[in-house]
């Protein structure tokens, strides 16, 4: 007997299917490029999860929802279909391998919340505070930025998770 799959269902297992396989690839090349030097990757290969992020975007657009949790309610509905069950289940282990990579990461660069646990927390940041511009990969001081009219937005990344 074969299951009746309406087309938006079949659009939701087309988009968890596009998601699973480019996150994926994504992760797979990321070890890669992590497992070569730890160092390099952070500041040069990290762009990796941009590639992620925008195929969690591009699968939001998909299936016509603009939060995880209209995509959850959105599969919730249909998780009774075997291939999507398939697919939210695969998305899920990605998930976790991703977080463990991730974990990894921050392990080997001595990083991890227990160490940084009895360091005061930062309440401001000061316009001498450098970052990286993800763009660019330049080191700007945060004061660039400053009094030029514009609304800035910011986006610290410690990790993907």
């Not at 079949?10 to 030097?37: F, H, P, V, Y």
């Amino acid at each position: 007997m074969t299951e009746h799959i309406s087309e938006p269902e079949d659009d939701l297992i087309c988009g968890l299917a596009g998601l699973n396989t480019m996150g994926r690839i994504l992760l797979e090349n990321a070890k890669q490029e992590a497992a070569g030097s730890i160092k390099d990757f952070v500041p040069n290969k990290i762009t990796t999860l941009f590639g992620l992020m925008t195929c969690g975007a591009n699968f939001y657009k998909s299936i016509s929802v603009k939060t995880q949790k209209e995509a959850e309610d959105l599969w919730k509905k249909s998780y009774h279909h075997a291939k999507v069950r398939d697919q939210v289940d695969e998305l899920l282990q990605l998930e976790k391998e991703w977080d463990a990579f991730l974990d990894s990461i921050d392990t080997e660069l001595k990083n991890t919340d227990k160490q940084l646990m009895g360091h005061a927390s930062l309440k401001n940041l000061g316009a001498d505070t450098l970052l990286t511009d993800a763009r660019s990969g330049e080191n700007v001081a945060l004061g660039k930025y400053f009094g030029k009219g514009e609304s800035l937005l910011l986006v610290l990344i410690r990790h993907f998770g």
